[in-house]
């Protein structure tokens, strides 16, 4: 399983589409949100340009969604679900952008974690 950071947005919703539909890649999507409902909403808002209804339900037969914040702590996700992706997980897509221009700098943190270590 292939563990994937910003599969909802511009970027990842390509490489999402690519792997579920195109290679039969079965994710582990990590989707900020507050429950099931509202990261599948995000996955299909990310997707709908790339996929039709089927489709959608096609990549969601192939995606487990693993909630979680990649900005917090742990990325978010509760520590039992973090060592089942990790047991899980054969590779790591990190597809997460920040894509605010205002500074170079402010990009630039945004896209490295600070005090985080994995488990």
Same mark, same amino acid.
Not at 16 to 42: C, G, M, N, S, T
């Given at each position: 399983?292939?563990?994937?950071?910003?599969?909802?947005?511009?970027?990842?919703?390509?490489?999402?589409?690519?792997?579920?539909? @195109?290679?039969?890649?079965?994710?582990?999507?990590?989707?900020?949100?507050?429950?099931?409902?509202?990261?599948?909403?995000?996955?299909?808002?990310?997707?709908?340009?790339?996929?039709?209804?089927?489709?959608?339900?096609?990549?969601?037969?192939?995606?487990?969604?693993?909630?979680?914040?990649? =900005?917090?702590?742990?990325?978010?996700?509760?520590?039992?679900?973090?060592?089942?992706?990790?047991?899980?997980?054969?590779?790591?897509? @990190?597809?997460?952008?920040?894509?605010?221009?205002?500074?170079?700098?402010?990009?630039?943190?945004?896209?490295?974690?600070?005090?985080? =270590?994995?488990?």
């Amino acid at each position: 399983m292939i563990f994937v950071t910003g599969g909802t947005g511009y970027l990842g919703s390509y490489v999402i589409a690519r792997l579920a539909l @195109h290679h039969d890649a079965r994710l582990l999507l990590l989707v900020r949100a507050k429950d099931r409902p509202q990261a599948i909403e995000k996955l299909w808002r990310g997707l709908e340009m790339h996929a039709d209804a089927a489709e959608f339900r096609r990549v969601l037969s192939r995606v487990e969604i693993v909630r979680g914040d990649l =900005t917090a702590p742990g990325l978010g996700i509760e520590p039992e679900v973090r060592r089942r992706v990790a047991r899980r997980a054969t590779s790591v897509l @990190h597809v997460a952008a920040s894509l605010n221009r205002r500074s170079e700098k402010e990009c630039l943190n945004a896209m490295v974690a600070k005090g985080d =270590t994995p488990t």
